[in-house]
């Protein structure tokens, strides 16, 4: 049985928490407050689910969602993620994470610090561009025409397992090509945000100008 880390479990986290179980993961759930804080969301998702110390959470999970304030990023202890796919769901916001000149310059990307920050984990871009009320929609809602979602990373073989975790739990899935393309659905971007069939995630995808060009 694959087992879900979840690092951070505010709407989104809480959201993918809960497609995952629907799906017949295992979910272990962490936050920087504590696991003695998540009792009742464990109560919620049922006996598939724990909560955990974030170092922990890693430790016990084959694939993780790092669902956190990209401020949390700089202190994650690197070795509990050594060998991990790592979904990496972040943005920068200026007015929320400060002034981080490499990335308001876009010489790197989000996940790329994720990257630098977690040097033996795998680390792929995904769930960033979507609204938590999206998962609540593509749970409740299954059949039809799927929404997509865009991924990146550097090793194949991590991007192999995010995409069928994605399609698990509903999703069509867009390959970004290298984690240094994740910025093409990454907040003010065509893509982030709307509800897309993969063919029209690949055009948003391809009209996206980076922060530096506007």
Known sequence: ??????????????????SCVVNGYDVVVANSRGPETLGEL?????PTARAATVAD??????IIAMIIPLIGVYSL????????????????????????????????????????QLPEAYVVKGFNH?????????RHHPGGVRQATA????????????????????????DLGPLSEG????????A??????????REAAAAATRFRDR
């Open 130 to 138: 979507l609204h938590p009320t999206q998962l609540a929609r593509e």
């Open 192 to 201: 982030y945000g709307p509800r897309f069939t993969i063919e029209q995630l």
């Open 57 to 62: 959470a890693a430790e016990a999970s084959d």
């Open 77 to 116: 202890p690197p070795e509990p993620f050594a060998g991990k796919v790592v979904i990496d769901g972040n943005n920068y916001y200026r007015k929320r994470d400060g002034e981080i000149e490499e990335l308001w310059n876009e010489t790197t990307t989000v996940s790329e610090v994720l990257q630098a």
């Open 183 to 190: 910025w093409r659905v990454q907040r003010g971007t065509p």
């Open 1 to 18: 049985m694959t087992t879900i880390g979840i690092i951070g479990v505010g709407l989104m986290g809480s959201e993918i928490a809960r």
């Open 151 to 174: 991924l990146a990373g550097d090793d194949d073989q991590a991007k192999k397992i995010a995409t069928e975790f994605f399609d698990t739990i509903g999703f069509d899935v867009l």
């Open 42 to 46: 464990v109560a919620e998702l049922g």
